[in-house]
């Protein structure tokens, strides 16, 4: 896609409201909040972004993402694939699952599958610590949970300062690749990892 300088901005969406926003949503991510509290912040927040920003993909194709470390790596994924997040705690193993599935959680009364994308991406494994948290994504009628070994915040993405990939990443990786920043954050597509049959916990009876 180009971008036409001499464009008009978008109408019904500013940088003002977008960095108010982003501003928001890293409070609510660093705070102590309630599940209630939080789900209902990236909620509303993800609805109102999701309606104002199609008008211009975030007025400049900017990508707001949720940073988080995978083997000491930056990640991210689009917020709009985003739910919520929430600690990892009460996990129940699952048999007879490959062994990126790392079992279920009880997100209030609702069972949900955690993903270990270092498991299924072939990256260095690490144990469990107090920073690890669950990122809640969701599309469709599809939910699941991916572990992330710390959740960095939300951010700003420019769309042009990415780029598709790096020789170094190859196989599954690249995949589920959508682009990769000059700061080496790698994004990645929600919508390819949630409608993949392989990530589909309960696809086969």
Known sequence: MKNTPSAAPAKGIGWDEIHRRLEAARQALNREITPEEQRRILKARAAALARDSRQGETAEGHLEVLEFLLAHERYGIEMSWVRETCP???????????????????????????????????????????????????GGDMTFGILADEILGVRLVPGDATQPALPTLTGIREEYLKGITTERTIILDGERILTDRRLIVNDQE
């Open 88 to 138: 990892l705690k009460d996990l129940t193993p699952l048999p007879c699952t490959p062994a990126f599935v790392l079992g279920l959680i009880n997100v209030r009364s609702e069972i949900v599958s955690v993903i270990d994308l270092k498991k299924f991406f072939d990256l260095p494994e690490s144990g469990l610590t107090d920073l690890n948290k669950v990122i809640i994504v969701h």
